[in-house]
C-alpha cells in the first residue's frame, strides 16, 4: 500500500485490474531479479498475454516502447515492449513485456492511477508470459521495494 522513501508516502495499486487473477513468478538463475541492481524488488505477475495493465500509482508518462516482436531466453532479446512512469517524488514505475503495439499511452501523457497503459504480450527476455513491474529511483539507478494496499 505505502512505502517510506525519505520523508514521503508512496500508495501504489496491483498493477492489473482487481478481477484479473495471477501468480507472483520468481525468476531463477542468470535473470532472477537479484542479480541486477537496477530490478533487486522487480515483481513478475503471470498472467495471460492480453492482460490489462493498469497504472499502479499515476504521473506522467516518460517512455514508451511496443514496436518489438521479439521475444525468449537469448539475452540479446532486450527490445522490450514497455512504459516507464515518471512520478514529482523521484521515483518511476516500469511496465515491462506488454505487447506488439498494445501500449494505449504516449510520452509526456498525464496518467491517473488505475488507468489502462496497455496489455500484456510477448517482448524482451521472457520466456512465460508476465508483467515485469518494477519501480526505482529516477535514471534506473536502483530498485526499490514496494508494498501494495
Not at 505505502?2 to 520468481?26: A, C, K, R, S
Not at 515485469?132 to 529516477?138: A, E, I
Request: glycine content about 10%; aromatic content about 10%.
Amino acid at each position: 500500500m505505502w512505502e517510506l522513501f525519505g520523508n514521503l508516502m508512496m500508495t501504489y495499486i496491483i498493477p492489473l485490474p482487481e478481477d484479473v487473477q495471477f501468480v507472483i513468478l520468481n525468476p531463477e538463475g542468470r535473470f532472477t531479479h537479484e542479480n541486477f541492481i537496477e530490478s533487486k524488488y522487480a515483481i513478475d505477475f503471470g498472467v495471460p498475454i492480453g492482460t490489462p495493465v493498469i497504472a499502479s500509482r499515476g504521473g506522467k508518462v516518460g517512455m514508451v516502447k511496443d514496436d518489438s516482436q521479439e521475444w525468449g531466453l537469448d539475452a540479446t532479446f532486450e527490445d522490450t515492449n514497455l512504459v516507464v512512469i515518471d512520478h514529482p517524488d523521484g521515483t518511476s514505475a516500469e511496465y515491462l513485456h506488454l505487447g506488439y503495439k498494445q501500449v494505449s499511452v504516449r510520452k509526456n501523457q498525464n496518467v491517473e492511477q488505475g488507468e489502462i497503459l496497455g496489455l500484456t504480450g510477448n517482448s524482451g527476455v521472457m520466456d512465460i508470459p508476465h508483467l515485469h513491474f518494477n519501480v526505482f529511483l529516477t535514471k534506473k539507478t536502483k530498485s526499490i521495494p514496494v508494498e501494495f494496499g
